[in-house]
T-cell receptor, first 113, second 111 residues
Framework: DGGITQSPKYLFRKEGQNVTLSCEQN?????MYWYRQDPGQGLRLIYY???????QKGDIAEGYSVSREKKESFPLTVTSAQKNPTAFYLC????????????FGPGTRLTVL | DAKTTQPTSMDCAEGRAANLPCNHS???????VYWYRQIHSQGPQYIIHGLKNNETNEMASLIITEDRKSSTLILPHATLRDTAVYYCIVRGNNYGQNFVFGPGTRLSVLP
């Protein structure tokens, strides 16, 4: 089945530790995105990548880093510099430009203890 | 990207049509209107999108006003499983334009 997978679904980490969230897609989409969602809020864009080996900061990139070494993978690292990392993280992809819908993964809920 | 405004919450009786409004008064000519919904703790689900003509699919209908400054998502026969947050998004097609998700409308379908 084609789609976007995120792992793990729930993640706990101690304060001060870096953690990497996985996002994989087998849709052959060019563009991939990371969003953060806090309780009762909309989605906020962290980073996005339109093509391999290129990515751009979104609205709230501070304390996060990404890589796009392969078309199908777009991992997000939450660093210790992120002041309030506890949130629901969503990965998405689109075929690229054009009036295409964005497909979302199931999300990873990160809790910092 | 143009901003959208939606009511914070709405109720709808089960089996009735749910009409969710969205204002996008600053929309530009090449921007599409997209609708997504999100059930608690899941990723958003695409519903429908359109440019200026009305659109219909198996999930919903999208009615866009002639001046394109507002639109309405219609769920023709709402069920309890349609309870979710509904997002109206305006997005252009140019390289680098992204989906901007606001707080959306929380639709509660009541038995």
């Amino acid at each position: 089945d084609g789609g976007i997978t995120q792992s793990p679904k729930y993640l706990f980490r101690k304060e001060g530790q870096n953690v990497t969230l996985s996002c994989e897609q087998n849709l052959n989409h060019d563009a991939m995105y990371w969003y953060r969602q806090d309780p009762g809020q909309g989605l906020r864009l962290i980073y996005y990548s339109q093509i391999v080996n290129d990515f751009q900061k979104g609205d709230i990139a501070e304390g996060y880093s990404v890589s796009r070494e392969k078309k199908e993978s777009f991992p997000l690292t939450v660093t210790s510099a992120q002041k309030n990392p506890t949130a629901f993280y969503l990965c998405a992809s689109t075929p690229g430009t054009g009036p295409n819908e964005q497909f979302f993964g199931p999300g990873t809920r990160l809790t910092v203890l | 990207d143009a901003k959208t405004t939606q009511p914070t919450s709405m109720d709808c009786a089960e089996g009735r049509a749910a009409n969710l409004p969205c204002n996008h008064s600053t929309i530009s000519g090449n921007e599409y209107v997209y609708w997504y919904r999100q059930i608690h703790s899941q990723g958003p689900q695409y519903i429908i999108h359109g440019l200026k003509n009305n659109e219909t699919n198996e999930m919903a209908s999208l009615i866009i006003t002639e001046d394109r400054k507002s639109s309405t998502l219609i769920l023709p026969h709402a069920t309890l499983r349609d309870t979710a947050v509904y997002y109206c998004i305006v997005r252009g097609n140019n390289y680098g334009q992204n989906f901007v998700f606001g707080p959306g409308t929380r639709l509660s379908v009541l038995p």
